[in-house]
């Protein structure tokens, strides 16, 4: 039972540059997220999914995009990178947006540099 | 300004002595808060879940409270241990059951030292 994979663990980019933040998991679960997390601060929601083909902005959307075609992935996508961008990325999933919390799997996270 | 405080920033202490970590909180309507332990490296993983009702609540050495009248929630943990060496996160949701609605705080850098 791997839970919430994330891929790459380490990315260093140019600015300008664009990737794709990969996040899947094997639970079944109908939520998942994205959040960034910067130093001092708390994290923060990108965008989020409550199923397949169903996506919405979270707090900190600007620069980022996603898109769900299946229930296990959902990738996150730099379309063009700055500097303003590095940080530490997380995906997130439970089984509904309205999970009872300790269902609330996080991956081990993404640290991308752009330079 | 963060709707989640944090104290104190980073702490160290001695293997098998006691610590509270102290979490005040601005978020209103109030329905929900939680701890949870992000080691180094990893994703955060949920210590403990209270709802407005609850005055504390624990998971084996952590137990944390809340008042929700002074809106503050602490997190304490008995006869530490090197592996509880993490960052600790406070998050609280205005809405109860419901995963947009969290405001994580920065977190308290706990460093446990033999």
């Known amino acids: 039972n791997a839970g919430v994979t994330q891929t790459p663990k380490f990315q260093v980019l140019k600015t300008g540059q664009s990737m794709t933040l990969q996040c899947a998991q094997d639970?079944?679960?109908?939520?998942m997220s994205w959040y960034r997390q910067d130093p001092g601060m708390g994290l923060r929601l990108i965008h989020y999914?409550?199923?397949?083909?169903?996506?919405d902005q979270g707090e900190v959307p600007n620069g980022y995009n996603v898109s769900r075609s299946t229930t296990e992935d959902f990738p996150l996508r730099l379309l063009s990178a700055a500097p303003s961008q590095t940080s530490v990325y997380f995906c997130?999933?439970?089984?509904?947006?309205?999970?009872?919390?300790?269902?609330?799997?996080f991956g081990s996270g993404t640290r991308l540099t752009v330079v | 300004k963060n709707q989640v405080e944090q104290s104190p920033q980073s702490l160290i202490i001695l293997e098998g002595k006691n610590c509270t970590l102290q979490?005040?909180?601005?978020?209103?309507?109030?329905?929900?808060l939680r701890w949870y332990k992000q080691d180094t490296g990893r994703g955060p993983v949920s210590l403990t879940i209270?709802?407005?009702?609850?005055n504390t609540k624990s998971n084996g050495r952590y137990t944390a409270t809340l008042d929700a009248d002074t809106k503050q929630s602490s997190l304490h943990i008995t006869a530490s241990q090197l592996s509880d060496s993490a960052s600790y996160i406070c998050?609280?949701?205005?809405?109860?059951?419901?995963?947009?609605?969290?405001?994580f705080g920065a977190g308290t850098r706990l460093t446990v030292k033999p």
């Open positions: 209270m709802t407005f009702s609850e």
């Open positions: 997130a999933s439970s089984y509904s947006i309205g999970d009872d919390g300790y269902g609330y799997t």
């Open positions: 639970m079944n679960h109908e939520y």
């Open positions: 979490c005040n909180y601005t978020v209103s309507p109030f329905s929900n």
């Open positions: 999914s409550v199923g397949a083909g169903i996506t």
């Open positions: 998050v609280v949701s205005h809405r109860l059951y419901n995963n947009n609605d969290m405001r």
